[in-house]
Nanobody
């Protein structure tokens, strides 16, 4: 059974860097799916795609977040990570990792349960 699980701090102070990890089980991040995404949902708002790392290792970012976002992977741990720098309270959200859906790029299939991140001093 394939699963994704997000982990990371629930509380981050403004101006700091948010780091989240997504662990994949039941397969390999180098073969099972093509795109490994980070998506977030601020309170009361819709889903926002943040970026992705492809099976090739190439990365893709939402232009509105590109200057602050970095996605990487550790194939030995079967994990991929999100770093978001210079966070503000507007970065408070439920953060998800997700694979692509059956329609491929731009769609989402397997989701993690999500992890709440609050930015506050």
């Amino acid at each position: 059974q394939v699963q994704l699980q997000e982990s990371g701090p629930g509380l981050v102070k403004p101006s700091q860097t948010l780091s989240l990890t997504c662990s994949f089980s039941g397969g390999s991040i180098t073969t099972t799916y093509s795109y490994w995404n980070w998506v977030r949902q601020p309170p009361g708002k819709g889903l926002e795609w943040m970026g992705a790392i492809a099976i090739s290792g190439n990365t893709y970012y939402n232009p509105s977040l590109k200057s602050r976002t970095s996605i990487s992977r550790d194939t030995t741990k079967n994990q991929f990570t999100l770093q978001l720098t210079s966070v503000t309270p507007e970065d408070t959200a439920l953060y998800y990792c997700a694979t692509e859906g059956v329609a491929g790029w731009g769609t989402f299939g397997l989701w993690g349960p999500g992890t709440q991140v609050t930015v506050s001093s």
